[in-house]
């Protein structure tokens, strides 16, 4: 059985801050695609008439979903 290494504090200090800023990103990519769909979904509401624009939006807003399941 191999040893574990044991990282310094200074090592595990930047390996936290490496998380947490990915973790914020991502937070803030999730915010977007979330605003995006409400703006989506807005929209649609309001101009259900035109088939190509509905279509159009139904796919986006389709796409914007399984971007925020796997950013989530």
């Given at each position: 059985?191999?040893?574990?290494?044991?990282?310094?504090d200074s090592e595990?200090?930047?390996?936290?801050?490496?998380?947490?800023?990915?973790?914020?990103k991502t937070e803030?990519?999730?915010?977007?695609?979330?605003?995006?769909?409400?703006?989506l979904e807005e929209?649609?509401?309001?101009?259900?008439?035109?088939?190509?624009?509905?279509?159009?939006?139904?796919?986006?807003?389709?796409?914007?979903?399984?971007?925020?399941?796997?950013?989530?």
């Open positions: 059985m191999k040893n574990a290494t044991r990282y310094s595990l200090q930047e390996f936290r801050e490496l998380v947490q800023g990915r973790i914020e803030k990519e999730f915010q977007s695609l979330k605003d995006q769909i409400a703006e929209s649609m509401g309001d101009d259900r008439s035109d088939m190509m624009d509905s279509t159009n939006s139904h796919t986006e807003g389709e796409m914007l979903f399984r971007m925020a399941g796997r950013t989530q």
